[in-house]
């Protein structure tokens, strides 16, 4: 296994700026989490994301699986995170719980002492104003690039496919189907780059990114008003929120979409 600052000096070369490893630069864990700001409210309070990523267990544990992106000034302008888990079935069996089974399986994994045999992604961010130059393509092939020289051969994604968000209530199954007009790219634009680093589009985890809150949180989440128990469409969600006067409670079922990277 090369030595990270090796690693380093290799993810640099495939980008003008600066891509470096949280273990071969820690003073990155004072800046990694600045990038939160460009997710909506409600998409920080997935239970299993709080547990180890608000905390900051993650980048703790798997610190040379965490890649942030610098311009010349310093700003921090992307990040890529991953983590290593323990997975024996067939890609095709990957389970519904997508996006959360990774987190749980990683953190699994790392405290039960197991070995791991493959990597699951986490997450690419854009910090606003950088969106649209080509930068999640670079931080995805560094995050698979990164995988590989840490001696993995296999990198799974639970992807949510971002324009979705736009098309709420069209099922997610019909809108993995949709193309650009050569009938072969992925109408998508986050499927379309995982597709174009050479990404295999696998099936759906229909329950990967489970929020649930009390009606006021999600009033407060949202900045909208929700005096009925029915269907909400909330900005950035992919799927509308369920809203129970009965139970108190708001449910948000998103479904995310496997996609598997062999290198």
Do not use: C
Request: charged share 15%.
């Amino acid at each position: 296994m090369p030595s990270d600052s090796l690693l380093k000096a290799v993810i640099n070369l495939v980008s003008e700026y600066r891509i470096e490893t949280l273990a071969a630069n820690p003073g990155i864990m004072d800046v990694i989490n600045e990038l939160d700001m460009v997710w909506e409210e409600f998409a920080l309070q997935n239970h299993a994301g709080v547990q180890y990523l608000g905390s900051g267990d993650f980048l703790n544990w798997f610190p040379e699986f965490q890649l942030a992106m610098f311009d010349d000034s310093g700003r921090m302008i992307a990040r890529a995170m991953s983590a290593p888990i323990r997975w024996q079935g067939k890609t095709a069996d990957l389970p519904v719980g997508g996006w959360t089974w990774g987190l749980e399986n990683a953190a699994e994994t790392h405290q039960s002492g197991q070995t791991p045999n493959a990597v699951t992604a986490i997450e690419v961010t854009v910090a606003s104003g950088m969106q649209g130059k080509g930068l999640a393509q670079i931080m995805l092939n560094a995050m698979k690039d990164n995988a590989k020289r840490l001696g993995f051969k296999l990198l799974v994604a639970a992807v949510r496919p971002n324009m979705k968000k736009l098309y709420p209530l069209i099922s997610l199954q019909d809108y993995i189907t949709w193309t650009l007009k050569d009938g072969v790219t992925p109408f998508d634009h986050w499927l379309r780059v995982h597709w174009r680093a050479g990404g295999v589009i696998s099936h759906i985890a229909h329950h990967s990114y489970p929020i649930q809150g009390t009606i006021a949180e999600w009033e407060e989440w949202t900045n909208l008003q929700m005096p009925v128990s029915g269907q909400y469409i909330i900005n950035g969600g992919l799927v509308p929120v369920q809203i129970d006067y009965e139970t108190g409670m708001g449910y948000y079922d998103e479904p995310n979409v496997w996609v598997i990277h062999k290198m």
